[in-house]
């Protein structure tokens, strides 16, 4: 019962281009999502975060969008980076309770 | 000054056997969690205590006790250990960061164990 899904295990970009990672759920309740960043043998950092109130958020070279209709968010990382190559988790959770659930993530690979 | 320290970063053991993994955050937290992730790498949800507090327990064996001696710690007691077991095993804090709707979790670096 995977509420939270990252199709893509993997993904490789350029240096400066566009990384775009996805993340589809399927529990309608979920009102607010979250990215996290993993480095090996680190624990996983928060990156930014959307609430269902809105479509967009953006920080910096980051952007989330959120289109509820289909259950989807994307991040994206505008220009990537090498040192944006880690593992990235997307998490959602409803209501004021803490039970975030988090999908499987995606490696991100940023060459030079 | 790391933020949230989790020990040990690797754990070896027999089945059978009991460990603990501790953790402790100097965020000034209320609230402490701690994660699984399994081998198809989702990280799922075991406990959280808030300020000392149990208020979300998932469907774990009863094998696995979550201790807290105050809030700064939240100690990982697993009884019988099982070959299931093996996981990397996550603790995270969390507080709520101005602009933001939900708590934001502090992790961390996780403690590998492997049940042989």
């Known amino acids: 019962d995977q509420q939270v899904k990252q199709n893509s295990p993997s993904l490789s970009v350029q240096e400066g281009r566009i990384s775009i990672l996805n993340c589809d759920y399927t529990?309608?309740?979920?009102?607010?999502f979250l990215w996290y960043k993993k480095y090996p043998a680190e624990g996983p950092t928060f990156l930014i975060s959307?609430?269902?109130?809105?479509d967009k958020n953006e920080d910096g070279r980051f952007t989330v969008f959120l289109n509820k209709s289909a259950k989807h968010l994307s991040l994206h990382i505008v220009p990537s980076q090498p040192g944006d190559s880690a593992v990235y988790f997307c998490a959602a959770c409803f209501g004021y309770g803490q039970n975030f659930v988090f999908g499987p993530g995606t490696r991100l690979s940023v060459l030079p | 000054d790391t933020a949230v320290s989790q020990t040990p970063k690797y754990l070896v053991t027999q089945m059978g056997n009991d460990k603990s993994i501790k953790c402790e955050q100097n965020?000034?937290?209320?609230?402490m969690y701690w994660y699984k992730q399994d081998s198809k790498k989702f990280l799922k949800i075991m406990f959280s205590y808030n300020n000392k507090e149990l208020i979300i327990n998932e469907t774990v064996p009863n094998r696995f006790s979550p201790k807290s001696p105050d809030k700064a710690h939240l100690n990982l007691h697993i009884n019988s250990l099982e070959l299931g077991d093996s996981a990397v095993y996550f603790c995270?804090?969390?507080?709520?960061?101005?602009?933001?709707?939900?708590?934001?979790?502090?992790f961390g670096a996780g403690t590998r164990l492997s049940v042989l």
């Open positions: 965020l000034g937290h209320d609230t």
């Open positions: 995270a804090s969390s507080s709520r960061l101005p602009g933001q709707w939900r708590d934001i979790q502090y």
């Open positions: 529990n309608s309740m979920f009102d607010y």
């Open positions: 959307i609430s269902s109130i809105k």
